[in-house]
């Protein structure tokens, strides 16, 4: 692999130079000089391959953003493109497992320390085969991400594909960010763009997907201060602005009732679609109906047990939403997730709801109109492990609709439409942390750590360089909560990067962030037993 990297934004003739004097895959560096969307345009007499390379970045760039690196994956084959902000120039080495080449003259990269239970494990050899536990999104773009660099894949799913929190009909792909740069704020916008060019990039049914952007509506004062903040930052402009109540009507092809912020490139989608769609690649294997008993590992692979039969890879990676408290690896289910159950209903279109061209969102949301019916909820139970759905939870999603938007809900429930008597939709289970980010990583052998880092019960501030205990080759992938569409992707490239030894698409503080280890050394610090 080649990484070659600039200071300041090149030409398209420049990046072309280099195809020819360098072997794939090959990685393209770009810091950017200011807080604005660089042009790259066609040299004058640009052939084929110049100009599908402008083509690919144009179609790729909409949704840039400025609190961390993006990633603008093969816009030419085995070719990929990293946009760097400023901010993040003197870390951009932090990301690449090798040197940089400049191509211009270098910038000074800052020093970096990572605790040790934070430190990725060094890889020596790509792994043939990996197993990977669930088919909900995050085992999906967990799959796809290790396939695309020619891992064969197993996938066992304990019941069918895009079966629990995976399974709405019509989910929205936008980010609800703070106007801070918190690690959030920075995974949510990573992963809104990531995934987004993720769905132009996929052979994915158009017709699963669309709309006319997502508003997000001002439905209370703190909501309306924080859109505002987020409005003022115009470095972000594209990506999302405040909109008069006049505008939003005009957005939105109905009157809303509110003003609020704009995402004009969010949309809905149908993740079921969206997962069948990740998993369709020719190194990846599905199995449902293949629930994981247990797993053992022989001091080279490991073999899945499961109702089915055993299966064999080399490393094991556990995606499994909110049934992660009862995945049968201990140093998995002791980690502290929350599980919240979810209900979201669906109903026929109205002859005013036909008219609703994008998905509005505030303590509720409701999608366009796709094959003649609306998704809405959707509702918000902690620490439930009920699956069932509940009528009356369908009348909680038909109030929080109307006070969304009355007029708009009494157009679908009024006048007999839609009984609730005959109403359906969907109910499941997410997984989500305690600091409501997500756990992914490779995965520490909880009692072993906390052997190793005991004195970290009496300060937790005690300077140990021990390595970490980590299990062999385990891998997690998971609490998502409600925001799954938007971080599972970018976290299954990160995942992936690990595993391989690629260039690492979030930064050092995010990765410590999501890092499961994070849980067993607070656990440490806090005199809290998990095991």
């Not at 994070?518 to 610090?525: E, L």
Request: charged residues 15%; contains cysteine; aromatic residues 6%.
């Amino acid at each position: 692999m080649n990484y070659l990297a600039w200071n300041s934004i090149p030409t398209l003739a420049e990046l072309m130079r280099t195809l020819d004097s360098h072997a794939k895959p090959l990685y393209w560096a770009v810091c950017l000089p200011a807080r604005e969307i660089p042009v790259f345009r066609p040299s004058e007499n640009a052939g084929a391959l110049e100009q599908m390379l402008a083509e690919a970045i144009e179609r790729k760039i909409g949704c840039l953003q400025f609190n961390a690196v993006n990633v603008l994956a093969n816009v030419l084959p085995d070719v990929h493109l990293w946009l760097v902000p400023s901010e993040h120039a003197a870390d951009i080495q932090t990301h690449f497992p090798q040197a940089l080449q400049w191509q211009t003259a270098p910038i000074m990269q800052r020093e970096t320390a990572l605790k040790p239970w934070f430190s990725p494990i060094e890889r020596k050899s790509k792994p043939a085969c990996a197993i990977v536990i669930g088919a909900g999104i995050a085992g999906a773009a967990t799959a796809r991400e290790l396939a695309g660099h020619g891992v064969r894949v197993t996938v066992l799913e304990a019941k069918h594909i895009a079966n629990a929190g995976s399974g709405n009909r019509q989910g929205l792909l936008y980010a609800k960010i703070s106007p801070h740069q918190t690690e959030q704020t920075e995974l949510l916008l990573a992963g809104y763009g990531y995934t987004r060019r993720l769905l132009a990039d996929l052979p994915y049914g158009r017709h699963t997907w669309g709309g006319n952007g997502v508003l997000h509506i001002n439905f209370n004062e703190a909501e309306h201060k924080r859109n505002q903040a987020l409005g003022l930052q115009r470095h972000h402009a594209h990506l999302y602005r405040t909109v008069s109540q006049q505008e939003a009507a005009e957005i939105a092809g109905i009157d809303i009732g509110s003003d609020g912020l704009y995402w004009p490139q969010g949309v809905w989608l149908n993740p079921p679609a969206l997962v069948h769609a990740l998993l369709n690649h020719p190194l990846i294997d599905v199995h449902e109906y293949t629930p994981l008993l247990s797993a053992e590992f022989d001091g080279t692979a490991w073999t899945a047990h499961t109702v089915q039969g055993r299966f064999d890879a080399g490393h094991l990676i556990y995606c499994m939403g909110a049934h992660s408290p009862k995945a049968p690896e201990r140093n998995v289910s002791a980690l502290p997730f929350r599980q919240i159950r979810g209900q979201t209903g669906i109903a026929a279109a109205s002859a005013l709801s036909a008219k609703l061209r994008c998905a509005v969102s505030g303590e509720s949301y409701i999608s366009p109109s796709w094959q003649g019916q609306h998704c809405y909820g959707a509702t918000f139970v902690l620490n439930s492990s009920d699956e069932t759905w509940h009528q009356h939870e369908e009348s909680q999603n038909r109030a929080a609709l109307h006070d969304l938007n009355p007029t708009l809900a009494d157009s679908l429930f009024s006048d007999g439409l839609n009984p609730l008597a005959e109403s359906k939709g969907h109910t499941a289970l997410r997984c989500d942390s305690l600091d409501h980010l997500p756990m992914v990583g490779a995965v520490g052998d909880i009692a072993a750590m906390q052997e190793v880092y005991a004195k970290l019960a009496l300060d937790k501030h005690y300077r140990l360089n021990d390595p970490c205990p980590y299990l062999p080759n385990v891998w997690l992938n998971t609490a998502h909560g409600t925001r799954g569409l938007a971080t599972a992707p970018i976290c299954a490239a990160s995942l992936a990067a690990e595993i391989l030894n690629l260039p690492q698409p979030l930064s050092p503080r995010l990765k410590a962030a999501l890092h499961p280890n994070r849980a067993v050394i607070r656990a440490i610090a806090r005199h809290q037993p998990l095991l």
